[in-house]
């Protein structure tokens, strides 16, 4: 599920909707798109290194994922471009494809990882209430910074 | 005094898994172990379900090749619904099939087979890697990321997205192509060919640099197994299961739906993953491999020019008789990375491709359906019972990386005893173990890839007294 409207704004949602609290990304994602549909989101189930073409195309790009082991219903942090060995074959990091793609295209967008607080991850397309709250506060929280960065772009 | 040396997980694979290696007090190694700790529970959740849901469930067993998935459950419901599929909605799925094996083999290669081949076994873990590649050889990146693009803009034309399709349905698919969606695929093929043929001459250099290496390399006796044309070609989409013997002695030819006469699978204490093995010859005797090596060992032909023309030189490797060294694994990989676009190319060139005629109905319910495709990494089975309201009473999925998983384990052992020294450990040793098993490119699991879940940890432990003696942690 993508939209492709080669808008500024990318909001880039990962994780496996069919175990519960890890589709949180797809979640938010739609949320977002639901309330401004001038952004654009991509909703994945990992990171793969063919991305860096989109991000390229962007000004401002959040990654949204689900988080097991934080205690924070959820952080957000600026990320920068940052190589580093991957963990996994087909999955690439986010501060990693921002590196990639500056290599690639010389494109560097401001980008944010957004982790959420998840509690189940067994089998099951159901995210618990809990995550949902913790989601909506991170939602209220990248609006913010879309708003001020389109204030800081007039 | 023996050493267990634990490698956890095995980077640049995905999943869960282990490699257990035990030392003993000279250093040498008694044994092996790749384990697989992701216990998958798909086919219990599967039950209850509708059989029509199945081709939407069954993609999220997997991120990488879900469409290999919706295909394999889409057929396994054709049958269930007894449709024979108009010819249009066949090329169809072939195509998106297609896609997906492009974007996966492309990927494998260039990203992750092309970091130990450019860098070697040795090289510093920090540049051997996608990042080393991209920094080393920019273009070459950028034609690996056009490739896998590619591959993923088919499964979007057709299905509206590129991960998780609902495209295939049972009695066909629910989207016509265009015209534009057509044109805009097939004005990309001829690039994309020089691409694979750039790396298929990377992959025959260092071949050829490294020949003793690569005949030395987790070179295995087994059996192999594949789908094949009518006429004995490759064969991705459709065909008869063709299963031949280490010498490569015709075994069996089946319909991929009788495939429980034919196959059985052993259970290990020490890993979730069964291990199929050919029921005439019982276990282990019955082992037998899939996958792109398998797949031209037991095909007779290519039925497309360049990729004929490279597998030619393929079957040269040993004679016209099974090539066995798992570093093959990559070279073929590439060949039918090629054959995988002239395929999409010739679908393209049908007219029935634009066909409007892309679905049946029948109203019938039975009992029980069988799909069977070659996925990137080998053969796909999915197989569903389902009561009388079509409701899935049971399901059986053998995916690609299970039929690999006596290869792997005896791989990595063979591989283990050859190059580990565990008294002058080096990170290079480890990285051969780790490199037998991306020969194979396995799948392994349904995870979650949820931030802080996956540390790389390679441990050393005392097994007489569970010490653990040396830990390596990678970020």
């Not at chain 2, 089946?254 to 050919?278: A, C, N, Q, R, T």
């Not at chain 2, 008294?423 to 799948?443: A, F, H, S």
């Amino acid at each position: 599920m993508e939209a492709s409207k080669g808008t500024s704004i990318l909001v880039i949602g990962y994780g496996n909707p069919a175990r519960s609290d890890d589709g949180l990304g797809e979640y938010v994602a739609q949320r977002l798109l639901s309330e401004d549909t001038s952004i654009d989101i991509l909703i994945l189930q990992e990171l793969g290194p063919e991305l860096c073409e989109d991000i390229s195309g962007c000004e401002l790009l959040f990654f949204v994922d689900a988080s097991i082991d934080q205690e924070e219903p959820f952080i957000i942090r600026e990320i920068t471009p940052r190589y580093k060995t991957p963990i996994f074959s087909h999955h690439i990091s986010p501060d990693m494809l921002l590196a990639i793609t500056e290599e690639l295209y010389n494109k560097r967008p401001k980008a944010y990882l957004v982790s959420i607080k998840g509690y189940n991850f067994d089998f099951g397309f159901e995210i618990t209430e809990m995550a949902k709250q913790n989601s909506e506060r991170a939602i209220e929280k990248i609006k913010e910074i879309c708003m001020n960065w389109r204030l800081q772009k007039r | 005094m023996t050493q267990k040396i634990t490698i956890q997980p095995v980077t640049r694979i995905e999943g869960h898994a282990r490699i257990t290696i035990y030392v003993n007090d000279d250093g040498k190694v008694d044994r092996a172990y790749f384990h697989v700790d992701q216990f998958r529970g798909f086919e219990k959740f599967s039950e209850g379900r509708m059989h029509y849901e199945m081709p939407i469930i069954t993609p999220r067993i997997c991120g990488i090749c879900p469409v290999s998935h919706h295909l394999a459950s889409a057929k396994a419901c054709d049958a269930i619904i007894s449709a024979d599929i108009p010819r249009p909605a066949k090329l169809l799925r072939e195509l998106m099939h297609m896609g997906q094996v492009i974007q996966s083999h492309s990927m494998h290669f260039f990203e992750l087979a092309g970091p130990d081949l450019i860098f070697g076994w040795d090289a510093d873990p920090k540049i051997r890697n996608v990042v080393g590649i991209v920094e080393a050889n920019p273009e070459l990146a950028l034609k690996a990321v056009r490739l896998r693009k590619f591959g993923q803009e088919i499964i979007a034309k057709l299905a509206g997205r590129k991960i998780h399709p609902n495209y295939a349905v049972p009695g066909g698919v629910n989207n016509t192509l265009s015209v534009k969606d057509r044109d805009e695929i097939l004005k990309e093929t001829d690039t994309m060919i020089s691409y694979i043929q750039e790396g298929i001459s990377l992959a025959k250099d260092w071949i050829e640099k490294n020949k003793e290496t690569v005949e030395e390399f987790g070179v295995l006796s087994t059996g192999y197994m594949g789908l094949v044309t009518d006429e004995g070609g490759l064969e991705l989409y459709d065909g008869k299961v063709k299963l031949i013997d280490k010498d490569g002695n015709l075994l069996e030819l089946f319909e991929g739906s009788k495939y429980l006469d034919y196959i059985g699978e052993h259970v290990e204490d020490w890993s979730y993953l069964k291990f199929p093995f050919y029921k005439k010859l019982g276990w282990p005797n019955g082992v037998y491999r899939v996958g792109p090596l398998a797949r031209l060992n037991v095909a007779e032909k290519i039925d497309t020019p360049l990729a004929q023309e490279e597998f030619k030189n393929f079957k040269s490797i040993n004679g016209g008789k099974p090539v066995e060294g798992s570093l093959y694994y990559h070279y073929a990989r590439l060949i039918e990375d090629l054959f995988a676009v002239e395929r999409a190319k010739e679908l393209l060139l049908d007219p029935d491709i634009l066909s409007e005629d892309i679905v049946v109905t029948t109203g019938r319910i039975l009992p029980e359906g069988v799909g069977v495709i070659e996925a990137p990494r080998g053969t796909l089975i999915h197989h569903y019972w389902v009561n009388e309201k079509g409701a899935i009473v049971k399901a059986n999925l053998i995916v690609a990386t299970g039929h690999n998983n006596w290869a792997m384990s005896k791989g990595v052992e063979e591989v283990a005893k050859r190059y580990v020294d565990g008294k002058n450990l080096t990170e290079g040793m480890l990285n051969r173990v780790e490199g037998l098993i991306r020969c194979y490119d396995p799948c392994l699991s349904c995870s979650t890839h949820a931030v802080g879940k996956m540390p790389m940890v390679i441990d050393i432990v005392s097994s007489s007294t569970g010490e653990v003696i040396g830990s390596v942690k990678r970020d």
